[in-house]
């Protein structure tokens, strides 16, 4: 089960404070989200778990499963880069920092006790994932139809191990493709992910997203429209 995972990442972690009944959905969402969007980072003596997005709900869903876990009263800032705003939430905390490096091997792999966690818990972590690096979108074909499109794009060595575990769910997913790199030669390269939507909601997948979320509801109420 899920505790006994999460005690060999205590364990790595220097006893991280987590309740022994500690809500084991959060816990993946919290990977997910970490996996996806967020950050582990050493600087001057401190361990620091970051993550940004221009998603507020998203952070303040991850701000409430990190002080939940910790007992800690960490805060979400807002900053302003290129006259965006976008909201930032950092936990300076060394027991979570190696708890989500260890159980992720520094980001290399997804976390083991997915292995043995049930499909509503996987699922919380496939929306961790999909609320920081997953896309919905919604525009019109050239025949003036609806046309909605999901997928997800991350750079991840443990890519192919996101695949199949949509696989497990009963999600169908595209080849992974790699997508050109925009900003610099050093860029990592990224992989982008097509999801179709209908396998997508028929597991009883999801965003935590308000955002995103509203445009697959919209593509639930009008699917009978889409042309497969």
Not at 54 to 69: C, G, H, P, W
Not at 194 to 221: E, H, M, P, V
Request: one cysteine or more; glycine letters at 6%.
């Amino acid at each position: 089960m899920l505790t006994d995972n999460v005690s060999s990442a205590d364990n790595l972690a220097g006893k991280v404070q987590y309740e022994k009944t500690f809500d084991k959905k959060k816990l993946a969402y919290l990977f997910g989200v970490y996996l996806g969007g967020g950050s582990c980072s050493f600087y001057t003596r401190h361990y620091v778990f970051s993550i940004v997005s221009a998603d507020n709900d998203v952070i303040e869903r991850t701000m409430r499963i990190v002080n939940q876990l910790l007992q800690k009263s960490y805060s979400i800032t807002i900053i302003k880069p290129n006259k965006s705003q976008l909201f930032r939430f950092r936990a300076w905390n060394k027991n979570l920092f190696l708890m989500l490096k260890g159980e992720t091997n520094s980001k290399s792999k997804l976390p083991s006790f997915l292995e043995t966690s049930d499909k509503s818990t996987i699922s919380e972590f496939v929306a961790g994932l999909m609320d920081t690096d997953g896309y919905i979108s919604k525009g019109k074909s050239k025949l003036g139809f609806q046309k909605y499109s999901l997928g997800f794009t991350n750079s991840g060595k443990w890519l192919d191990e996101f695949i199949v575990l949509l696989k497990y769910l009963g999600v169908k997913t595209g080849k992974k493709t790699l997508k050109r790199k925009y900003r610099s030669v050093n860029e990592k390269d990224c992989y982008q992910i097509n999801i179709n939507l209908r396998s997508f909601i028929q597991a009883g997948c999801y965003f935590n997203c308000r955002r995103k979320q509203r445009i697959l509801d919209t593509y639930i109420l009008n699917v009978r429209y889409q042309l497969y």
